[in-house]
């Protein structure tokens, strides 16, 4: 059974010192991945910050999202250190047993504060992607309401159109031959003259 170190407390007895699990717990052969084991442990607690799964396949960006999902997993299948807290196998038992055995009190506090460290900056990050995503949805926002304005502003226009085409139909209305006229010029040609063309004849009849 492995030693337990104590700290003596205000009352006179001793109390275990419970170290701050971090990315490495000091074991032999778990300290090389330590920078990797960070990153890893950053983008899954993202991801479960976000709801994001990895089986998700319903969009284009869902497929990447996917595969690196699949590579988290097969990492994780490799990773069988119960000491690495990115490990499935991870055992909170052994890796504290492990931490109060082979640190000193010094290096425990050290620990603690490293891990301290990384869960602000943790939570830096996670407060900086809830800004972008709200900046994101303000601009939008913004650009429909400018959009809006805009469509609103070119109704006078539209309407302006709409009535000038109203007046070129009623012109080309007034402006037709009557169908009398139009019979002998259909007759001779056995098409439908231009009106320019059925005004010119019936000014100069042959």
């Not at 275990?16 to 330590?34: L, N, Y």
């Not at 969009?59 to 595969?67: A, P, V």
């Not at 602000?120 to 400018?146: C, M």
Request: charged share 20%; no cysteine.
């Amino acid at each position: 059974m492995a030693s337990r170190t104590h700290t003596p407390t205000a009352s006179g007895t001793a109390s275990p010192v419970r170290p701050a699990r971090g990315d490495s717990f000091g074991t032999p052969g778990t300290g090389a991945g330590a920078g990797a084991g960070v990153g890893r442990a950053s983008k899954r607690a993202l991801r479960d910050y976000y709801g994001i799964q990895s089986a998700g396949l319903e969009s284009s960006g869902d497929s990447t999202q996917s595969r690196t999902g699949a590579l988290d997993a097969a990492e994780g299948e490799t990773n069988k250190d119960p000491y690495d807290p990115d490990s499935p196998a991870f055992n909170v038992t052994s890796a504290y047993d492990s931490l109060i055995s082979t640190m000193s009190l010094a290096e425990l506090l050290r620990k603690s504060a490293e891990l301290v460290s990384e869960i602000r900056e943790l939570d830096g990050e996670k407060q900086s992607l809830v800004y972008n995503h709200h900046h994101e949805l303000v601009a939008a926002s913004e650009t429909i309401r400018k959009m809006k304005t805009r469509a609103d502003g070119l109704d006078p226009s539209l309407d302006s159109l709409q009535s000038s085409f109203s007046t070129m139909s009623q012109l080309a209305e007034t402006l037709a031959l009557p169908p009398h006229l139009t019979a002998p010029v259909l007759a001779r040609h056995g098409s439908v003259p231009s009106t320019a063309s059925a005004a010119a004849s019936t000014a100069n009849p042959q």
